[in-house]
């Protein structure tokens, strides 16, 4: 098989595989400077907003900004036109700045326009510097306009699938948020619990879309809280019995509110909600479930709750200093807490730290 061809395959196979954008923009450039024999490939962004055009991925250069006129590039996402320079330098067109703040010398360049289906630029494809020393030929020409054509739709639509996704994630963060007229509970804690729960579950080895799943299903466990009465929720003292009796309902209602979802995602957040409370030895609420019989969701969520509530200050308790939350969960392993799961919190005690200080209240 064609050695060119044979490597576009095996690259088309490993993007299929990757799922964020970053990732699938250093394959693709990977493979066009391999294949084109270039030194360097970047692919230029446009964001339209601020008028640039941006690289996340330039190979051994950090991200470059360059306004969306300037340069090549500029020109080349400007007027739709390719280019084909042999010699950069001779080009008044080309834009110096960047070699001078990269240290690079750029000699020949080749440089497509990226277009989505509507025609409209999304950015810049461009190969620099062929290794042979020569000028780009034709069938490098040939083979960089179909890669574009190629590269265009592999941006679009991963842009929009995280577009949905960041869509679902928001939506996720602003309802859970719905309990700030009710409840203490700021929009930092909310994602905090989820950032903990994603932490544990990568210490643990979980897929990384099991972890996508503890991050935004936990954030929902406190969701039933709605569902309860401010002359309880809102009290400035300790409950009293009925009062209690009122408030663990709130485990309930939440599982009530998100098991009609129809999503992995929704069925873990109800999980979550409905287990959140429950303790390792079984003296928890609502059903006084005990190990695993408590999902491993709603004992994740247990230690990020209690450990994010105690270094909070709340209407009836002060904020507590981190050690002192650490060595309550040291006290609990095995009692109220899973004795696992909180080894591996506080194997991670820097990461989580660093989360809790990261989202402020
Ligand atoms: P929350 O404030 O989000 O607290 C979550 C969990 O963190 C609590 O679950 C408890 O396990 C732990 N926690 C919070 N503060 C402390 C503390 O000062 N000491 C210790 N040892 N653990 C603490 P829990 O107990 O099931 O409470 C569930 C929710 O009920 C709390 O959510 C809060 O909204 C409410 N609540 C609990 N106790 C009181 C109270 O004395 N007064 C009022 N007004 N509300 C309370
Ligand atoms: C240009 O397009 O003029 C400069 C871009 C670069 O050197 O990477
Ligand atoms: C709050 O209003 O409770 C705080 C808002 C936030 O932390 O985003
Ligand atoms: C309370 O804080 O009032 C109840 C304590 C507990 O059962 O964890
Ligand atoms: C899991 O999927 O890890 C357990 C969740 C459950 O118990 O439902
Ligand atoms: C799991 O992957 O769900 C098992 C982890 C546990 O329950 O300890
Ligand atoms: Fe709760
Ligand atoms: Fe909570």
Not at 32 to 41: N, V
Not at 155 to 175: C, F, Q, S
Not at 306 to 328: G, I, N, Q
Request: proline fraction near 3%; aromatic fraction near 8%; charged fraction near 30%.
């Amino acid at each position: 098989m064609d050695p060119k061809l044979k490597k576009l395959l095996n690259a088309s196979y490993e993007i299929g595989k990757e799922k964020e954008l970053n990732g699938i923009l250093l394959k693709l450039t990977d493979v066009t400077r391999s294949i084109l024999d270039a030194d360097r490939c970047s692919i230029f962004l446009h964001d339209k907003e601020h008028k640039e055009l941006w690289t996340i991925v330039a190979h051994g250069v950090k991200e470059i900004r360059i306004p969306e006129s300037a340069g090549i590039a500029g020109h080349v996402a400007t007027t739709g036109e390719s280019l084909n320079i042999k010699d950069a330098y001779k080009d008044s067109r080309f834009d110096k700045d960047v070699d001078k703040k990269t240290g690079y010398t750029t000699s020949t360049m080749l440089t497509f326009p990226l277009r989505n289906i509507d025609e409209e630029s999304i950015g810049v494809f461009q190969v620099i510097n062929k290794k042979n020393g020569k000028p780009f030929d034709n069938e490098d020409i040939d083979l960089l306009q179909h890669l574009s054509l190629y590269v265009a739709s592999n941006i679009e639509n991963t842009m929009l699938h995280e577009k949905v996704k960041k869509a679902g994630e928001d939506a996720i963060y602003r309802l859970s948020y719905a309990t700030k007229f009710k409840d203490p509970e700021t929009q930092s804690h909310i994602i905090r619990v989820g950032l903990y729960g994603e932490k544990m579950a990568d210490a643990l080895k979980w897929s990384a879309e099991e972890q996508e799943i503890v991050k935004l299903a936990t954030p929902m466990h406190d969701i039933g809280k709605v569902g309860i009465p401010d002359r309880v929720l809102q009290k400035p003292g300790k409950l009293d019995d009925e009062e209690w009796g009122i408030m663990k309902k709130h485990s309930l209602y939440g599982y009530e509110i998100l098991k009609g979802g129809g999503t992995t995602l929704m069925q873990k957040a109800a999980i979550t909600a409905l287990d959140h409370h429950e303790k390792w030895n079984g003296t928890g609420y609502p059903n006084g479930k005990k190990e695993k019989e408590i999902s491993s969701y709603g004992r994740f969520a247990a230690i990020s709750d209690v450990f994010d509530a105690l270094t909070s200050s709340r209407c009836y308790k002060k904020a507590w200093p981190y050690e002192k939350a650490f060595e309550l969960l040291r006290e609990e392993r095995g009692q109220h807490f899973d004795p696992k799961f909180v080894d591996v919190f506080l194997e991670n005690a820097d990461a989580m730290k660093k989360i809790r200080e990261d989202y402020k209240d």
